[in-house]
């Protein structure tokens, strides 16, 4: 189960999750929904991409540069958090949206916690993988600790000042 | 001074409820403590050797009386009767128990105040010049700047898990009492050739284990592209910036790594895209943002002399405390949080409720903190000095010691402070009462001491003319000396004398480069120009030239007061016990 659009559905991929020291180009890609590394899609592009439905998934060092080209090819592309105080990922998601212009689905993997799901769905994430020993109803609410926010980002297109009327006392 | 509206209001009332669920989570259980200490840090809650320690954000060091009545509440109700004013502007409470943390905040929030990203790494609360508004050598009111940029790095959703601490300072005038060459990012508000406001931009200046001082990566940002140029500064930084170790994660070492060329050219880039865009500040956000700082209602007065020869004590509190102003008949009153015997930066209920009923006697109601740990009344009436100086006397809040030897800055250190290798509170009372001599003080005259107890080096000591850091070796507690840092205009990091020394030596120490600098000095050249002058080696041979007695009963005194122990229970949760 994951959670998407604010609400727990059924989880429809699987995250293929290889062993470093395996060649990218050796990783086995099973049928179906399956959410890729980088280093895979790089390696196995030209068969990945006559698939119906892809999915990549990128490392904290990845770069979301990379995946330009085929960008608006993924149903969904995964950010994972090896850590949850590792906040490369904001970044990434950030950049994802609002510079590669992804539109599909993007997924917190990893250490997914609901304490950062407000943070996450701020900067693209719809989707989150929680880490699988949370619980997720409990998480649900993470996503509703603030209803105001300062600063312009994926969810809000300008900052409070151009949105709001402010300085109400 | 800035007044919240009412998203402001909403936004602290949902961090309290957050932060007070987070805590009950906490305290039940379901959130393990390494979890919950990330998020705990991030509203400034520490776990100390003894309690936990909450550190409030004070803006740009600015209060309210109001807001000065809070701590002495908090302190009473909370805490032992004392909190601690830091080298950021901020204050801190030591003796906090976690299940109070949520009611504290929410009488904070009463107030208009929280504690979020006092620490953790993420973007901290903005430091900025103490005389801002009032000093004579102001180009452009920095505060309202700095207001605008406290919004936008609130709950930042990108940058709430960056490598390392990220801290900004922020000054307005030729002079820079802000520090910002130290900061990760220092921003100075200038005027270009055609009276455009905008920014000179530092970045990658720090101190640490690893000292520099920031390079300008851009000399001229206008001021309504402040918030996107910073912005694609930390983004860069986010996602380069080193998260293998620890202690090369600041910004710093990213800068020194690509070279502030190439740097540059990065952030620069990444600027391209939002140039111009939604966060643009408006001229309307400016207006409303600056309209909370306008001048209060100055009276037209002359300028006084107040100055009463028969009146040694007056005399010389006004020598060192009273600052200039830019309107004539005021005066910017360092109140001093430096007296002999007390520990650097702490004040006592009864001094916090005092200096909110002075500030609303004297200066319209407003304080501030200072990064030098004193507390300032910006706005006080010549006339009015005097009376001021009889109050702030009987606070013990007048001693006329600002700018002097023991105006030391000093870290919590050993005491508190699980980071420390050596206490620094002791050694400052120590050396504070060592030279308790206000005319020996005065004639010796402007000299910055700073000591850390640790290499985070919270009380700055690189850019203290004489600097002190404890170290540790073999799990006893030394300290290094170091001359010829400096901050400001003209910053600079010190230099180690040589191998360190005992507690019981350092007042010795002091008095040898002491005596260096009377016997070389000029007129009234300071500390900081004798050693520029004549070298750093004249004072090394001379206090290394016979040893140097370990004064035992110095440091013995202390070391038998921290045996007492403390009389808390401790948290059953706390990691350390
Ligand atoms: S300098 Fe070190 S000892 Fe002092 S407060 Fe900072 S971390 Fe603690």
């Known amino acids: 189960m994951i959670i998407k659009n604010k609400a727990i559905v059924a989880d429809e991929w699987t995250v293929l999750r290889p062993d470093a020291e395996e060649a990218a180009e050796n990783v086995l890609v099973a049928q179906g929904r399956v959410i890729v590394p980088m280093r ?130 | 001074m800035y007044r919240y509206d009412q998203f402001d209001h909403q936004l602290i009332a949902e961090r309290v409820a957050q932060f007070r669920d987070q805590v009950s989570r906490r305290l039940s259980d379901e959130l393990t403590e390494d979890e919950f200490r990330i998020l705990r840090l991030q509203n400034g809650l520490y776990m100390q050797i003894h309690a936990y320690m909450l550190r409030i954000a004070v803006p740009y060091g600015l209060l309210s009386s109001a807001q000065v009545r809070m701590f002495a509440h908090i302190a009473k109700k909370y805490d032992r009767d004392y909190g601690h004013f830091t080298t950021r502007q901020n204050i801190q409470f030591n003796w906090i128990k976690l299940p109070d943390a949520p009611d504290i905040l929410a009488d904070l929030a009463s107030v208009e105040m929280h504690a979020i990203q006092t620490s953790g790494n993420c973007i901290r609360n903005i430091t900025c010049d103490e005389f801002a508004g009032v000093a004579r050598d102001e180009i452009v009111d920095p505060r309202p700047y700095a207001e605008i940029l406290r919004q936008w790095s609130t709950f930042h959703p990108e940058f709430a898990y960056l490598p390392r601490k990220f801290k900004f300072s922020i000054t307005g005038a030729l002079d820079d009492r802000a520090a910002i060459a130290v900061h990760d990012i220092g921003l100075a508000v200038v005027k270009n050739d055609q009276g455009e406001v905008g920014f000179r931009v530092l970045v990658g200046g720090g101190l640490g284990r690893t000292p520099v001082i920031g390079s300008e990566i851009c000399a001229f940002v206008p ?140 200066s319209f109601g407003e304080v501030r903190a200072t990064h030098m740990q004193n507390l300032v009344l910006a706005d006080v009436k010549q006339t009015d000095l005097f009376d001021l100086w009889l109050s702030a006397q009987e606070l013990g809040m007048a001693t006329p010691n600002i700018g002097l030897l023991t105006d030391i ?71 290094q000396v170091s001359i010829g840092g400096a901050q400001g205009n003209n910053s600079s990091i010190g230099k180690v004398i040589g191998r360190s020394f005992s507690f019981g030596q350092i007042p010795e120490v002091l008095a040898r480069l002491l005596t260096v600098y009377v016997e070389h000095r000029y007129d009234d050249e300071r500390f900081i120009d004798t050693v520029r002058r004549i070298g750093f080696e004249p004072f090394k041979t001379y206090v290394y030239a016979t040893p140097v007695e370990n004064d035992k009963e110095l440091a013995g005194a202390d070391y038998a007061l921290l045996k007492v122990g403390v009389p808390y229970d401790m948290p059953y949760y706390s990691p350390r016990f």
Not at chain 1, 122 to 130: E, I, N, P, T
Not at chain 2, 439 to 458: K, M, R, T, Y
């Open chain 2, 409 to 479: 800055i000093c870290c919590p250190g050993g005491d508190f402070c699980t980071l420390a290798n050596a206490r620094s509170i002791p050694l400052a009372k120590a050396i504070a009462q060592c030279f308790d001599d206000i005319d020996f003080l005065h004639d010796i005259g402007e000299i910055d001491l700073n000591i850390s107890g640790g290499v985070n080096a919270c009380a700055h000591h690189h850019i203290g003319h004489i600097g002190i850091l404890g170290v540790d070796k073999d799990g006893e507690e030394w300290y």
């Open chain 2, 223 to 362: 001021w309504q592209d402040v918030i996107t140029y910073v912005e694609s500064i930390v983004r860069v930084y986010n996602q380069y910036g080193r998260r293998d170790n620890m202690y090369k994660a600041r910004i710093k070492i990213l800068v020194k790594a690509l070279g502030i060329e190439e740097f540059k050219r990065q952030v620069e880039a990444d600027w391209l895209h939002t140039r111009g865009g939604p966060c643009t500040i408006t001229q309307a956000e400016l207006n409303r943002v600056s309209a909370c700082f306008t001048a209060p209602a100055y009276e037209d007065l002359p300028d006084e002399d107040v100055f009463q020869g028969d009146n040694k004590a007056f005399a010389n509190w006004l020598q060192r405390n009273v600052k200039s102003h830019k309107m004539p008949g005021y005066a910017a009153v360092v109140l001093s949080l430096k007296q002999t015997g007390i520990a650097p930066g702490d004040a006592t209920t009864a001094q916090l409720e005092a200096a909110a009923e002075l500030a609303d006697r004297f």
């Open chain 1, 40 to 169: 895979v899609w790089q390696a196995q592009r030209d068969t990945l991409v006559q698939r119906a439905e892809t999915g990549v998934w990128l490392a904290s060092d990845d770069r979301p540069e990379d995946l330009q080209e085929d960008i608006q090819k993924f149903t969904v592309i995964a950010v994972d958090f090896p850590k949850f105080a590792d906040g490369r990922g904001y970044s990434l998601a950030y950049l994802l949206r609002e510079r590669l212009g992804f539109t599909g689905e993007l997924r917190a993997i990893g250490d997914v916690l609901r304490d950062q799901l407000y943070y996450m769905q701020r900067v693209g994430f719809d989707s989150f993988a929680l880490r699988s020993d949370k619980d997720m109803q409990a998480a649900l609410k993470g996503l509703n600790d603030f209803s105001i926010s300062y600063q312009a980002s994926c969810d809000q297109s300008q900052p409070l000042f151009r949105r709001a009327q402010r300085g109400v006392l």
